[in-house]
């Protein structure tokens, strides 16, 4: 951002303010309800309750921002946004927007928690019952699914057979990895609920006959055994350098040698201030664990070394949590 001039700080200032009206409209359901047919305020009121001027002011500035269409009194969602803020919509990602609202309370304590008070609410970010883990999880496939063939082949898994996904989720991971190597098997290693939606994904694509599903807590439990390459994807953010050594550590275990572990996330420079969504994302992890960061590659090197690995490189530096680093087990 290229701050020169009183008016880009006032904007960096107001950004707060188009958000706030967004993930109001996200958490009132109104993308949802307003995409079959438009409704007027007073619809939209015997639907949801709440008073209607407020409503009124609020779907106006919807529609200023073009997440709405209004004509003749009446509002519905913009076509070209609703099949993914619907909750309808088979490429939904409205289970992570609410998400992201549930975060907005966390970081509006951020000021506290750097002066070394942080806010006493607490609240579990994760999904909070079986239908919203499942939307949630279907999200993620959502935004994931086209990074996936891309990460897949920055990889080169060609020579691999046997893949271990760690905290694989429903499954994008490995059904890109599998579809790039037809030869490969892969163990998907993840919490039990979520191993199950594993199931009905790689099922409805064909490939479950290839695929073992391991439930399991990677802080917990073991590793499968036998695998020549592990994919460790958007997890050590979360964790403790202790944490990390602890799971590379697991994931030495687990692979046959002369196998490779592979990681993506964000990889920092050594300064942290890029890349700029690491660095934001750092924020993130400050406020929501109780000891995540992003990590530079030196911190990556050094705790796979400690776990045993060897040839240890950054195989591709990335700006939105796509770096990946590559190390392999002698």
């Given at each position: 951002?290229?701050?020169?001039?009183p008016?880009?700080?006032?904007?960096?200032?107001?950004?707060?303010?188009?958000?706030?009206i967004?993930l109001?409209?996200?958490?009132?359901?109104l993308?949802?309800?307003?995409?079959?047919?438009p409704?007027?305020?007073?619809?939209?009121?015997?639907?949801?309750?709440?008073?209607?001027?407020?409503?009124?002011i609020?779907?106006d500035?919807?529609?200023?921002?073009?997440?709405?269409?209004?004509?003749?009194?009446?509002?519905?969602?913009?076509?070209?946004?609703?099949p993914?803020?619907?909750?309808?919509?088979?490429?939904?990602?409205?289970?992570?927007?609410?998400?992201?609202?549930?975060?907005?309370?966390?970081?509006?304590?951020?000021?506290?928690?750097?002066?070394?008070?942080?806010?006493?609410?607490?609240?579990?970010?994760?999904?909070?019952?079986?239908?919203?883990?499942?939307?949630?999880?279907?999200?993620?496939?959502?935004?994931?699914?086209?990074?996936?063939?891309?990460?897949?082949?920055?990889?080169?898994?060609?020579?691999?057979?046997?893949?271990?996904?760690?905290?694989?989720?429903?499954?994008?991971?490995?059904?890109?990895?599998?579809?790039a190597?037809?030869?490969?098997k892969?163990?998907?290693?993840?919490?039990?609920?979520?191993?199950?939606?594993?199931?009905?994904?790689?099922?409805?694509a064909?490939?479950?006959?290839?695929v073992t599903?391991?439930p399991?807590?990677?802080?917990?439990?073991?590793?499968?055994?036998?695998?020549?390459?592990?994919?460790?994807?958007?997890?050590?953010?979360?964790?403790?350098?202790?944490?990390?050594?602890?799971?590379?550590?697991?994931?030495?275990?687990?692979?046959?040698?002369?196998?490779?572990?592979?990681?993506?996330d964000?990889v920092?420079?050594?300064?942290?201030?890029?890349p700029?969504?690491?660095a934001?994302?750092?924020?993130?992890?400050?406020?929501?664990?109780?000891?995540?960061?992003?990590y530079?590659?030196?911190?990556?090197?050094?705790?796979?070394?400690?776990?045993?690995?060897?040839?240890?490189?950054?195989?591709?530096?990335?700006?939105?949590?796509?770096?990946?680093?590559?190390?392999?087990?002698?």
């Amino acid at each position: 951002m290229n701050i020169n001039s009183p008016e880009t700080i006032l904007t960096l200032a107001r950004n707060f303010m188009e958000c706030r009206i967004f993930l109001t409209g996200a958490e009132l359901n109104l993308f949802t309800l307003l995409t079959p047919a438009p409704l007027s305020v007073q619809d939209v009121a015997g639907r949801i309750g709440g008073d209607p001027r407020a409503l009124t002011i609020l779907l106006d500035a919807l529609a200023a921002m073009d997440l709405l269409v209004k004509r003749e009194e009446k509002y519905q969602s913009t076509p070209s946004a609703s099949p993914f803020l619907s909750a309808e919509g088979a490429d939904s990602v409205l289970p992570l927007i609410l998400h992201m609202a549930n975060l907005w309370h966390r970081w509006s304590g951020l000021t506290g928690t750097v002066q070394g008070s942080p806010s006493p609410q607490k609240a579990d970010l994760s999904p909070r019952d079986a239908d919203e883990l499942r939307a949630f999880i279907g999200a993620m496939h959502v935004i994931a699914a086209p990074l996936a063939s891309r990460i897949v082949s920055a990889i080169h898994p060609e020579s691999s057979r046997n893949l271990l996904d760690v905290g694989g989720g429903s499954g994008t991971y490995t059904l890109a990895f599998l579809r790039a190597v037809p030869a490969m098997k892969a163990t998907l290693f993840d919490r039990p609920e979520v191993t199950e939606m594993a199931r009905q994904r790689l099922s409805a694509a064909g490939v479950l006959d290839r695929v073992t599903l391991a439930p399991g807590d990677f802080y917990r439990d073991e590793l499968p055994h036998g695998h020549d390459l592990a994919f460790v994807s958007a997890i050590i953010h979360q964790n403790s350098p202790e944490h990390n050594l602890d799971l590379f550590m697991k994931v030495f275990r687990s692979l046959t040698p002369g196998g490779r572990i592979v990681i993506r996330d964000h990889v920092m420079e050594p300064d942290r201030t890029r890349p700029r969504d690491g660095a934001i994302f750092a924020v993130n992890m400050l406020l929501a664990t109780s000891a995540g960061k992003t990590y530079t590659y030196s911190e990556i090197e050094s705790s796979l070394g400690q776990a045993g690995f060897t040839a240890i490189r950054l195989l591709q530096r990335g700006q939105h949590m796509d770096a990946l680093v590559e190390a392999c087990k002698p």
